[in-house]
């Protein structure tokens, strides 16, 4: 297990292994030093962790709860990642996340949700792992998912 992989074992999470797509596409492709990732949902074992949409109240998903499902959707985005490129070790800077929140029309605490894919990353490439970033809020999301997250990171030189 590399270091990254161990710093994540600490605090009791796994890279799982890459996402089967849902689609025509593919969950991670290479350019150059540069991977972008797909969107990646909060799928854990290859099922949706929760559906709905997120705000405050009644039969929303809690803010909260959005955070630890974007802290999933940044896993899988590095278990893409690590399945393209074979070792996460590779990966010298996380570049940009992008995050869409599927939103209650009142909610507006779309950066803290993501909170949770940022905050991953920090713990996982340290410095390195400080990003540009968007928060945004839609309507909906690919089979009612609350939360989505792409990443795009550059490699090291080999």
Do not use: W
């Not at 909170?115 to 970033?133: C, E, I, M, Q, Y």
Request: with cysteine.
């Amino acid at each position: 297990m590399n270091q990254i992989e161990l710093r994540l074992s600490a605090i009791g999470l796994t890279v799982p292994d890459a996402p089967a797509p849902a689609g025509a596409y593919v969950p991670a492709i290479q350019d150059g030093r540069r991977v972008y990732t797909s969107g990646q949902l909060p799928m854990a074992a290859g099922s949706l962790l929760q559906t709905g949409k997120v705000g405050e109240g009644d039969g929303l998903v809690s803010p909260e709860q959005a955070n630890k499902l974007a802290e999933v959707c940044a896993l899988n985005a590095l278990g893409a990642i690590k399945a393209l490129v074979g070792d996460l070790e590779r990966v010298a800077q996380v570049i940009k996340v992008v995050g869409f929140v599927a939103s209650d029309p009142s909610f507006t605490g779309q950066p803290g949700v993501i909170n949770g894919a940022s905050d991953l990353f920090k713990v996982a490439f340290g410095d390195a792992g400080t990003h540009a970033r968007s928060a945004v809020g839609v309507a909906a999301l690919p089979l009612d998912a609350p939360v989505e997250v792409e990443v795009l990171v550059a490699l090291k030189d080999e």
